[in-house]
T-cell receptor, first 111, second 113 residues
Framework: NAGVTQTPKFRVLKTGQSMTLLCAQDMNHEYMYWYRQDPGMGLRLIHYSVGEGTTAKGEVPDGYNVSRLKKQNFLLGLESAAPSQTSVYFC??????????FGEGSWLTVV | GNSVTQMEGPVTLSEEAFLTINCTYTATGYPSLFWYVQYPGEGLQLLLKATKADDKGSNKGFEATYRKETTSFHLEKGSVQVSDSAVYFCALCKNSGNTPLVFGKGTRLSVIA
């Protein structure tokens, strides 16, 4: 019973490097999300998708890009990592108006 | 727009104390309301939810009632345990339309023996 799976779980990047976080869900959910969690800030929505081939900006989209080429996958890209992007990233999925299911998180450090 | 405001922590309680974490919301229409819990080093898990006014969500001894008249969804537990130490997030989701979940900033609870 996989649910929402994020890879990698931990990553250290140098400033300016690029990387992609992969999220996969096996619940056939329409909606998928990427959040970041920082101390004292709670969860902030980066980007989200309401279906295959669609994406939308959330509260803090700058410096990130996303793609939803397949319904089950939602990729989060950092083109040129900055120390301000050091955070814990959570992927999630849901059906509209219903329970949202989270992955276990990806800890990213940019040095 | 939609928003959630929850009491700021941290909250420190002794074991077996009564817990209340306040949550109020602003939304158009009739959202669904949720409480999520995050244990140290883990992702968020759904604790309970309510989808319409006067509904009461409950799980693991926690309860919250959807109060439309006060736009609130306060989390309560009669007797907390050390194992309840975690961060609690209140959230809302519109039941229709393409609006994602909106979270409060979280309240850290520490229960001491």
């Amino acid at each position: 019973n996989a649910g929402v799976t994020q890879t990698p779980k931990f990553r250290v990047l140098k400033t300016g490097q690029s990387m992609t976080l992969l999220c996969a869900q096996d619940m056939n959910h329409e909606y998928m999300y990427w959040y970041r969690q920082d101390p004292g800030m709670g969860l902030r929505l980066i980007h989200y998708s309401v279906g295959e081939g669609t994406t939308a900006k959330g509260e803090v989209p700058d410096g990130y890009n996303v793609s939803r080429l397949k319904k089950q996958n939602f990729l989060l890209g950092l083109e040129s990592a900055a120390p301000s992007q050091t955070s814990v990233y959570f992927c999630a999925s849901s059906v509209p108006g219903n329970t949202i299911y989270f992955g276990e998180g990806s800890w990213l450090t940019v040095v | 727009g939609n928003s959630v405001t929850q009491m700021e922590g941290p909250v420190t309680l002794s074991e077996e104390a009564f817990l209340t974490i306040n949550c109020t919301y602003t939304a158009t229409g009739y959202p669904s309301l949720f409480w999520y819990v995050q244990y140290p080093g883990e992702g968020l898990q759904l604790l309970l939810k309510a989808t319409k006014a006067d509904d009461k969500g409950s799980n693991k001894g926690f309860e919250a009632t959807y109060r439309k008249e006060t736009t609130s969804f306060h989390l309560e537990k009669g007797s907390v345990q050390v194992s309840d130490s975690a961060v609690y997030f209140c959230a809302l989701c519109k039941n229709s339309g393409n609006t994602p979940l909106v979270f409060g900033k979280g309240t850290r609870l520490s229960v001491i023996a």
